[in-house]
């Protein structure tokens, strides 16, 4: 039922440094690609979205990349912060919302 | 306002049983829907209500139902649990059906023994 799929499983990244991960759908009919972030005893909280009729869109250090041809985008943090350890999930709606396996991030001080 | 509230926070059935699982989404969102967070499956969509209507479902096992109430609150119920079904249920709230902005609650954390 995997829908989109994320990559890497895990992400070790020293502060300071661009963390990056990956995702790729096949179906056209999503129309809102958000991501997710998740801390543990928590629920994932909305970090970023964009529309396919966007290339880029930035909120301070996280930019989503989007590339309708290819059909994936990808989160890039930037200037990574111990705080930004977490889960990472993608996610492509159409009438509902489909989840990527998600990503672990840990920033090494 | 307040967030997305589901209870219980913890919960452990023997195999066999039937549990119902709460979630009162935040006022004013209508469409609520279930997800099951498993560390080898992911978020697994269950389905969404929305008006007191199912309007997508998963695909999961008839043993998984749901509804909705006119205040919008739902309840899932798993029935006949099984091993596998320990998970962390989570539920999101949106404004309306089809709109994006889902919010979620922290879940219920669900153990089969």
């Known amino acids: 039922q995997q829908q989109v799929k994320q990559s890497p499983q895990s992400l070790i990244v020293q502060k300071g440094g661009i963390s990056i991960i990956n995702c790729a759908y096949e179906n056209t009919a999503f129309d809102y690609f958000p991501w997710y972030q998740q801390f543990p005893g928590k629920g994932p909280a909305l970090l970023i979205a964009i529309r396919p009729d966007v290339s880029e869109k930035k909120e301070g250090r996280f930019t989503i990349s989007f590339n309708k041809s290819a059909k994936q985008f990808s989160l890039h943090i930037m200037d990574s912060q111990p705080g930004d350890s977490a889960t990472y999930f993608c996610?492509?709606?159409?009438?509902?919302?489909?989840f990527g396996a998600g990503t672990r991030l840990t920033v090494k001080p | 306002k307040a967030g997305v509230t589901q209870t219980p926070r913890y919960l452990i059935k023997t195999r066999g049983q039937q549990v119902t699982l709460s979630c009162s989404p935040i006022?004013?969102?209508?469409?609520v829907s279930w997800y099951q967070q498993t560390p080898g499956q992911g978020l697994q969509f269950l389905f969404e209500y929305f008006s007191e209507t199912q309007r997508n479902k998963g695909n999961f096992p008839g043993r998984f139902s749901g509804r909705q109430f006119s205040n919008s609150r739902s309840e899932m119920n798993v029935s006949t649990l099984e091993l596998g079904d320990s998970a962390l249920y989570l539920c999101?709230?949106?404004?309306?059906?089809?709109?994006?902005?889902?919010?979620f609650g922290s879940g219920t954390r669900l153990t089969v023994v």
């Open positions: 999101a709230s949106r404004r309306s059906y089809g709109l994006e902005g889902y919010t």
């Open positions: 006022s004013g969102h209508r469409s």
């Open positions: 996610a492509a709606r159409s009438n509902d919302m489909r």
